[in-house]
């Protein structure tokens, strides 16, 4: 664990954390797969009740984030991401078992995401408690064109 970290959560729109969020996600994601975000997605789904946003900063730099929407009272992972050269630090564990705890605030009790298969977040999804629930062969399509299969993953986080 980096020492001085800290967490934010942003419930609203709020310009600077999406500035920040865009400066992880323009790093964070390999280009080919075509899975990061636009400004204009992101802003969006922050619109959207029930969305909350962590970002994980030392001191005012952001390194990490995690996008978690809810209804009700279950919630999906929209998008984890830790900058490069910050990775294999616990950054992407800190913000996930954050938002276990922020979900379990707001009275979820599970939490769904789905991720491409041959991305190795999923070591750290099933390190932390998910379990595999189904493949959904050719579910996303990379900025070649190539269809890649997604898992979804889903853990009970009520208490
Ligand atoms: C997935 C991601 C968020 C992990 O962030 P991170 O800060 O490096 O993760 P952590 O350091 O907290 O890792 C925690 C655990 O996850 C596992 N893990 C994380 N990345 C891993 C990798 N590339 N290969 C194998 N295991 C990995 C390890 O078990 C690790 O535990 P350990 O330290 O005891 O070995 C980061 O690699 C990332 O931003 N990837 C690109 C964006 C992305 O694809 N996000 C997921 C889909 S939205």
Redesign the pocket.
């Known amino acids: 664990m980096i020492p001085n970290l800290h967490l934010d959560i942003y419930e609203d729109t709020d310009r600077n954390a999406l500035a920040d969020t865009m400066e992880v996600m323009s790093a964070?994601?390999d280009p080919v797969f075509g899975?990061a975000w636009t400004l204009p997605q992101l802003a969006g789904v922050m619109m959207m009740p029930g969305t909350w946003l962590t970002i994980a900063r030392l001191d005012a730099t952001p390194l990490?984030f995690a996008l978690v929407r809810s209804v009700l009272d279950e919630c999906e992972l929209l998008?984890?991401?830790?900058a490069p050269l910050w990775?294999?630090?616990?950054?992407?564990?800190?913000l996930l078992r954050n938002s276990f705890i922020t979900a379990r605030r707001k009275g979820i009790i599970s939490m769904n995401l789905e991720?491409r298969a041959s991305?190795?977040?999923i070591?750290?999804y099933e390190?932390s408690g998910f379990e595999y629930v189904h493949r959904r062969p050719g579910y996303y399509r990379g900025n070649d064109g190539q269809l890649y299969d997604a898992l979804s993953f889903r853990i009970d986080i009520g208490m």
């Open positions: 964070a994601f899975e990490g998008l984890l991401a830790v990775r294999g630090r616990g950054i992407g564990e800190t991720v991305n190795n977040a070591h750290l390190k």
